[in-house]
T-cell receptor, first 113, second 112 residues
Framework: EPEVTQTPSHQVTQMGQEVILRCVPI?????FYWYRQILGQKVEFLVS????????KSEIFDDQFSVERPDGSNFTLKIRSTKLEDSAMYFC???????????FGPGTRLTVT | KQEVTQIPAALSVPEGENLVLNCSFT??????LQWFRQDPGKGLTSLLL?????REQTSGRLNASLDKSSGRSTLYIAASQPGDSATYLC???????????FGTGTRLQVFP
């Protein structure tokens, strides 16, 4: 059964460094998402992406964040200058269209020290 | 602004019990409601998706219902097993938006 994959599973970085989190969505899906979950808190929406552009973003998704689909399979989230409060589990998701079932990857745990 | 809450926050039951998890949402313009399972430190596994035009969905021992007028969804788990132990999350999707709004989850423990 097709699934969303994410790499790395765990990333440790120093404050101020840039990180790139990678995702491979399900191949015939058209919409891609990033969510995050700070330890002990709710899963929060960050951004959605369709047709090579951002379709919606949350207040969390400021100028330090960017997304890209560099090729036909990968979908990336870049954090330019990490802060301690960026430490969280980051989930990638994809679906066939708006309001269809979203499928989530296993997550990347980002630890900023 | 859509807000989603889940009650109870935690539940511990003996194996074999039938149980109900509750999810409430504030915006009746909900388009769909998705239930997920999350094991500790793991990703989200989609269990069921209910569209606003549906009243319930079933998958194996799971049954989810959606009542837009009361702003509630329930997840019914029949004949619970220790392997059902996990956190269960509900998330609502609204018209004209891509995002899901998540609840805080119900942490379920089923003991033998």
């Amino acid at each position: 059964e097709p699934e969303v994959t994410q790499t790395p599973s765990h990333q440790v970085t120093q404050m101020g460094q840039e990180v790139i989190l990678r995702c491979v969505p399900i191949s015939n899906h058209l919409y891609f998402y990033w969510y995050r979950q700070i330890l002990g808190q709710k899963v929060e929406f960050l951004v959605s992406f369709y047709n090579n552009e951002i379709s919606e973003k949350s207040e969390i998704f400021d100028d330090q964040f960017s997304v890209e689909r560099p090729d036909g399979s990968n979908f990336t989230l870049k954090i330019r200058s990490t802060k301690l409060e960026d430490s969280a589990m980051y989930f990638c998701a994809s679906n066939r269209g708006v309001n269809y079932e979203q499928y989530f990857g296993p997550g990347t745990r980002l630890t900023v020290t | 602004k859509q807000e989603v809450t889940q009650i109870p926050a935690a539940l511990s039951v003996p194996e074999g019990e039938n149980l109900v998890l509750n999810c409430s949402f504030t915006d009746s313009a909900i388009y769909n409601l998705q239930w997920f399972r999350q094991d500790p430190g793991k990703g989200l596994t989609s269990l069921l998706l209910i569209q606003s035009s549906q009243r319930e969905q079933t998958s194996g021992r799971l049954n989810a219902s959606l009542d837009k007028s009361s702003g509630r969804s329930t997840l019914y788990i029949a004949a619970s097993q220790p392997g059902d132990s996990a956190t269960y999350l509900c998330a609502g999707g609204s018209y004209n938006t891509d995002k899901l709004i998540f609840g805080t989850g119900t942490r379920l423990q089923v003991f033998p």
